[in-house]
């Protein structure tokens, strides 16, 4: 069982940036890839970005390439997303997920942290 703490959000003016951290417990980390999900109001979850087990592969919705990073550190058990040139669309709650990289769905989530951008 794997459990997993966000941190890093908080209130930011547009343009600007925060850094999420996720931290990961109760598992070997490396087996696991991992996704950062955002949530805003009235909307669906959708998957900003995804990194394999090991870094090599990273993948991000259009809406934020160019301006989000995700990388991790398997060392110290934690996974980043930096987040650059903010805008008031990014505001939402980002949660940090794993799945077993044979798995398609996530199947461990943070609680979420929120990232609220103002105009």
């Known amino acids: 069982q794997v459990q997993l703490v966000e941190s890093g959000g908080g209130l930011v003016q547009a343009g600007g940036s925060l850094r999420l951290s996720c931290a990961a417990s109760g598992g070997t980390f490396s087996l696991y890839a991992m996704g950062w999900f955002r949530q805003a109001p009235g909307k669906e979850r959708e998957l900003v970005a995804a990194?394999?087990?090991?870094?090599?592969?990273?993948d991000y919705v259009d809406s934020v390439k160019g301006r989000f990073t995700i990388s991790r550190v398997n060392a110290q058990n934690t996974v980043y997303l930096q987040m650059n040139s903010l805008k008031p669309e990014d505001t939402a709650v980002y949660y940090c997920?794993?799945?077993?990289?044979?798995?398609?769905?996530?199947?461990?989530w943070g609680q979420g942290t929120q990232v609220t951008v103002s105009s």
């Open positions: 997920a794993a799945r077993l990289e044979w798995r398609i769905d996530y199947n461990y």
């Open positions: 990194i394999s087990r090991f870094g090599g592969k990273s």
